[in-house]
């Protein structure tokens, strides 16, 4: 027998068990090292479709491809051992029926391997939710501020700020629970309403720009690091890999200049 003990993966029902217990850590990932360095801290990591901004500097999500997920989230599985991957529906995979989600979503669990897929909308996607769920594709939602419905939201603007709006957004929360998401991402969601959601909805909420008292937390892992030039004012930065990188880098050009690298090598042998 192999001494090696391979470690369980996170899955949807794990993450949708911890409704109203122990904070659900997350973070966004797109590639295998970041990945793999994430893991042992996070529950799930989302291969989020932010990835085309972060990235790929795109304006906004809209230009994402099924493909670029793909690629993506499969980075994202060869680094992740523990964590339960999510990957992003991206902005006209899933919209127009049911069978063109399950079809695209089906696609993104074979070619990733990953655990579950994410897609954006409130009231109008419970059908799709319900139908994907039903054929074994496990669906975490997003509501609030939806980035692909940008042009006509009219911009990135906090939902529920006045309370007219909390019926709908409530509504939205209701609705993609009862069709069976396993959790539902809470995005730039006034404070107070994004608590209630949370604390009548039967599956976690995932708070990004939302409430202390949401289930879970996400955020975009390149803010947090403090590697994006810009991030969204509720966005605490934990680190400054920008600078440190920067300063990496600096101190590599001197030293070429310098003629003081590289060191010569005999081998190719590598190093931790
Ligand atoms: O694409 C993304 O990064 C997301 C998070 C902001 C939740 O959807």
Not at 64 to 88: Q, S
Not at 146 to 154: A, D, E, F, K, R
Request: net charge neutral; aromatic share 6%.
């Amino acid at each position: 027998m192999s001494a090696q003990t391979k470690t369980r993966r996170l899955t949807a029902p794990d993450i949708a068990a911890r409704k109203g217990g122990d904070p659900i850590v997350s973070l966004t990932s797109y590639h295998a090292h970041t990945a793999a360095i994430a893991d042992p801290f996070v529950d799930f990591l989302l291969v989020g479709d932010s990835l085309g901004m972060v990235m790929h500097g795109m304006e906004n999500t809209l230009g994402v491809t099924l493909d670029l997920m793909i690629v993506h989230g499969r980075a994202v599985m060869r680094g992740a051992r523990r964590a339960l991957v999510v990957v992003d529906m991206p902005f006209g995979s899933y919209e127009e029926s049911p069978s063109q989600a399950f079809a695209n979503a089906a696609r993104v669990l074979k070619e990733t391997g990953c655990g579950a897929v994410k897609l954006e909308g409130g009231r109008r996607m419970g059908e799709t939710i319900r139908y994907l769920v039903e054929r074994g594709i496990p669906v975490m939602a997003h509501i609030g501020l939806t980035p692909q419905s940008v042009n006509v939201m009219g911009g990135f603007k906090t939902q529920g700020r006045s309370k007219d709006q909390w019926r709908a957004i409530e509504d939205d929360a209701l609705t993609v629970a009862e069709a069976g998401a396993f959790a539902v991402v809470l995005e730039a969601m006034a404070e107070p309403l994004a608590a209630r959601i949370t604390g009548t909805i039967a599956v976690p909420t995932i708070g990004i720009g939302a409430s202390v008292n949401c289930d879970g937390q996400i955020l975009v892992m390149e803010d947090m690091l403090g590697l994006s030039p810009r991030v969204p004012r509720f966005v605490k930065r934990f680190g400054d890999v920008g600078g440190a990188i920067e300063q990496a880098i600096e101190a590599y050009a001197r030293e070429v200049r310098e003629r003081a690298f590289p060191a010569a090598s005999h081998t190719y042998d590598m190093k931790e």
